[in-house]
């Protein structure tokens, strides 16, 4: 059965730092993927997409994920966090019949 | 600007009771979808609509209903027989069902009291 799992429930990084987090999906074929970003009580944001074209992907607000097949990871990453990223990030699978798997979520601290 | 518009933002409801919360899209998007997001969990499908006059079930149907009677508008109505209907209602609508992203709506919070 396909599923999507982000390793952290919770990153707390510092402002200037790098960010990481981390997702890893279950398929039997090449799946497209997703990352969305959430501020509180806020609707949700596409940040990046992958369908199976470059590996690497780069989506707005600086970030950018790799999808790596030998590991099953599509993990979310930017070199330097603002105070303005703090959210909760969802990794999403979309499966063969286009419904979308969803993470649990990372919730991102930023600490100034 | 196009967008969705969900509406109210929040909605407070006594036991026993059926509530409708709203969707509009001014994407021109053929698909539209009603999520449920509980904390520390992924968001859940509750009902799906392809087109016009035609809608799925989703993971957690039980206890909601919808209706696909114009393009721009799905709304969700949460009956009685939701038992644990406090949660963050998102709406989203998409091109069609491939493989594109969603836009959401900014959601309604459902409160019971």
């Known amino acids: 059965a396909q599923s999507v799992t982000q390793l952290d429930s919770h990153v707390s990084v510092s402002e200037g730092t790098p960010v990481l987090l981390r997702c890893n999906y279950s398929s039997s074929y090449s799946p497209s993927l997703f990352w969305y970003v959430q501020h509180p009580n806020k609707g949700l944001q596409l940040l990046l997409k992958y369908t199976s074209a470059a590996t690497l992907v780069k989506g707005i607000n600086g970030f950018e994920a790799e999808f790596k097949k030998s590991e099953t990871s599509f993990h979310l990453t930017k070199p330097s966090a603002h105070m303005s990223d703090a959210a909760e990030y969802f990794c999403v699978f979309m499966d063969s019949n286009y419904q979308l798997i969803w993470g649990a979520g990372t919730k991102l601290i930023i600490k100034p | 600007d196009g967008g969705i518009t969900q509406s109210p933002k929040y909605l407070f409801r006594k036991e026993g009771q059926n509530v409708t919360l709203s969707c509009e899209q001014n994407?021109?998007?053929?698909?539209m979808y009603w999520y449920r997001q509980d904390p520390g969990q992924g968001l859940r499908l509750i009902y799906y609509?392809?087109?016009?006059?035609?809608?799925q079930k989703g993971d957690i149907a039980e206890g909601y209903s919808v209706s696909r009677e114009k393009k721009e508008s799905f709304p969700l109505t949460v009956t009685s027989a939701q038992k644990n209907p406090t949660a963050f209602y998102l709406c989203?609508?998409?091109?069609?069902?491939?493989?594109?992203?969603?836009?959401f709506g900014s959601g309604t919070r459902l409160t019971v009291v």
């Open positions: 989203a609508s998409s091109i069609d069902s491939g493989p594109y992203g969603y836009t």
């Open positions: 609509s392809q087109i016009v006059n035609d809608f």
């Open positions: 994407l021109n998007h053929d698909a």
